[in-house]
């Protein structure tokens, strides 16, 4: 319980990092992080999921089994902020195959939306085309989305993630492979 107490209240990356060595070692810290980014508490919520965010890569894959309640948390999440870090979050994890539908479905829907967070709209666009990128039917259905994006009115972040998309279609590959 003494981390969830810890979590009331602001932390800093050097918290983050104190966690995170924790957890690294310590299966039910890392167990009791994640269940806290499902805390009634929006802060301690929040802050569980900026530790996530900050895991390895190796503990990052600790997570890949948990993927389907963090889809359902990212589609229903009314935090826009705490939203972003767990799609963030799902980004870094491979996603199922074939996609879950209701969250392509999500994906699709946030990247086009106007009143949506810039950093939420460019995961959504990555995410999406990680899910589409080997279904030839969905690869074509999200080009034809990104084409009628205008790039003068999307923001930078949203217009960056939209190009490396149509840079990764060309290839086929991993958005995360051609850095």
């Not at 089994?65 to 972003?84: C, F, N, P, T, V």
């Amino acid at each position: 319980m003494a981390l969830r107490e810890t979590l009331k209240v602001r932390i800093n990356l050097n918290d983050v990092h104190e966690i995170i060595t924790q957890a690294h070692t310590d299966n039910s810290c890392r167990q009791e992080i994640y269940d806290l980014l499902f805390d009634e508490d929006e802060t301690v919520s929040f802050q569980a999921a900026w530790i996530l965010s900050h895991f390895s890569t190796e503990d990052n894959k600790w997570l890949n089994d948990k993927q389907d309640r963090l889809i359902d948390k990212a589609i229903s999440e009314r935090h826009s902020g705490k939203r972003r870090i767990v799609l963030q979050i799902l980004y870094r994890q491979p996603l199922a195959t074939p996609p879950r539908v209701d969250f392509l479905d999500y994906c699709l829907e946030k990247m086009m939306s106007k009143d949506e967070l810039p950093g939420v709209q460019s995961l959504c666009i990555k995410l999406a085309y990680e899910m589409c990128r080997q279904i030839p039917e969905l690869s074509n259905e999200l080009r034809s989305l990104l084409e009628i994006m205008d790039p003068a009115m999307l923001t930078p972040a949203t217009r960056s993630a939209r190009n490396h998309v149509f840079k990764a279609m060309e290839s086929g590959k991993k958005l995360q492979s051609l850095r």
